[in-house]
Structure formats: structure tokens, C-alpha cells
């Protein structure tokens, strides 16, 4: 029995059609027909574009299904329109630190990097669902000196933990990139989507009081959150730690 959960088919896809640019693929490839079966048993969609283009460059059929955009249309629009509205700005914030990573590939004229987090998309019937974004960088002088990026969208609305939390990963250890269970989503998981939430209205000026107003809770559960953080990240003083955020695209 095939192990679908395996991301050597998305290499296998990378070495496959790479020389082509990942331009007119045959949608009658085997390996095309076994990894179109493989998301559609792992309930993801993918896509792979050119980062210097800005141009998506292929993207696979289930994207309908988890998004309702068909394959043919699909821009990197789409994916923000789809975003919750509370996670816009990380959206955003990722795409940025995405194209970051990129210049550092094509500085170096070699190399991997991944990029990786959780979102809520919009599906088709109306509803969000908890999103991993993987996105998986490499520098290539195939077909033309580039920057491509082939990103994985799984559903991963199984995972109770997740919604406490936000998973993130942002480096060069693309063994993480691999299909998410249990143990992948706890390995980069560090604040919760509270505190997150918390660090925000800090960044924009508010004190304990506002946010506890805000938040509709008390300043003590603000100030024990406020602890908490600076107790996880290390920091001595907030200022630093939005800093880095900042830094990382979490903010």
C-alpha cells in the first residue's frame, strides 16, 4: 500500500517538470494523475509559481474544492480573499517575509528555505477551515535564474490543539516539510492565538486596562497573559519581542 502521506511525490514532482519551467504539463502524466490522488486523500491543494514573476505557474485540481477557484484562475490573490478577516494581516505579513527568503536564495544563487503557518480559508460552502500553509522555496537556474515556490495547503481541521494556537516556521529546515501530523504542528507552535491577539493591541499602544476592556476580561488575566509571554519568548521587556515579531512576519 502506498504511503500518500509521503512528500517525496511533490520532488518527484519538482525534478519532473522543473526543465520545462512547470509550463505546459501534460495533465495525463502518471506521477501528475498520483499526486492529484494523494491530495485528494490528504484533503489538500498545491500550486507552484515564480517568485520573480509573481506568477503562478500550476496549480492543482482540488483547489476547487477547498477554495472554489478554479485551478486555471487561481493568483496569488485569491488565497488573501480567502483568509478570515482576523488573519489578513498575517497573511500579508508571510508574503512579505516569503519574498525576504526568496532574495536571500537568489543572493546566494543556491539553496532551500521553507516557510510555514496556519490560516483560516473561506471554503466553498461558506465556511473557514483551518489552513497549514507550507511553503516550500528553492533557487533554480532551470529553466532560467528564478526563485520558485511550491506551496502545499492542507486542511487540517482534526487538530483541536491548533486552534489554540499558532504554528509557524520560518528557516531552512526543510525536513519540516512534511505532510502535518500531531508531532509536526507541535514542534514550531509558540504562543497562542490569544496572546497573539494580546501582543497586537500592545504593539498599536493600548495599556492592560484598554485590552481588558477591549477583550472583555480582566486587567489581572491581561497582565498574568502579559507575564506568560515574556515568559515563553525570553524577552525582558515586550518592545523587544514585537520587535522580532515584526521581524518574522507574525505581526
Not at 74 to 86: K, R, V
Not at 93 to 105: P, R, S, T, V
Not at 189 to 195: G, I, L, P, V
Not at 237 to 251: C, R
Amino acid at each position: 500500500m502506498k504511503d500518500y502521506q509521503n512528500y517525496s511525490l511533490f520532488h518527484k514532482f519538482i525534478d519532473n517538470f522543473l526543465p520545462i519551467g512547470f509550463n505546459g504539463i501534460d495533465p495525463n502524466d502518471p506521477l501528475l494523475f498520483e499526486i492529484e490522488k494523494s491530495t485528494e486523500i490528504n484533503n489538500q491543494y498545491f500550486f507552484v509559481g515564480d517568485l520573480l514573476k509573481g506568477k503562478i505557474l500550476f496549480t492543482s485540481k482540488r483547489s476547487m474544492n477547498m477554495i472554489g477557484i478554479d485551478p486555471k484562475e487561481l493568483n496569488p490573490y485569491h488565497n488573501i480573499e480567502a483568509t478570515h478577516p482576523d488573519e489578513v494581516h498575517r497573511n500579508t505579513k508571510g508574503w512579505a517575509k516569503i519574498i525576504c527568503m526568496a532574495n536571500d536564495l537568489l543572493a546566494a544563487k543556491s539553496g532551500y528555505s521553507l516557510f510555514a503557518t496556519n490560516m483560516k480559508l473561506l471554503n466553498p460552502k461558506g465556511e473557514y477551515s483551518e489552513t497549514l500553509f507550507q511553503c516550500y522555496l528553492f533557487y533554480s537556474e532551470i529553466p532560467h535564474k528564478t526563485v520558485y515556490i511550491l506551496q502545499v495547503h492542507t486542511n487540517i481541521d482534526w487538530c483541536k490543539n491548533i486552534r489554540k494556537g499558532v504554528y509557524y516556521y520560518s528557516g531552512n529546515d526543510v525536513s519540516l516539510f512534511r505532510y502535518p501530523d500531531d508531532e509536526l504542528l507541535n514542534v514550531c507552535k509558540d504562543f497562542t492565538k490569544r496572546e497573539l491577539e494580546i501582543i497586537k493591541l500592545i504593539e498599536s499602544g493600548m495599556s492592560s486596562e484598554q485590552i481588558a476592556e477591549k477583550l472583555f476580561i480582566s486587567p489581572y488575566t491581561i497582565n498574568t497573559h502579559r507575564g506568560n509571554i515574556l515568559k515563553k519568548s525570553g524577552k525582558a521587556h515586550v518592545s523587544e519581542l514585537i520587535y522580532e515579531l515584526m521581524e518574522q512576519g507574525k505581526l
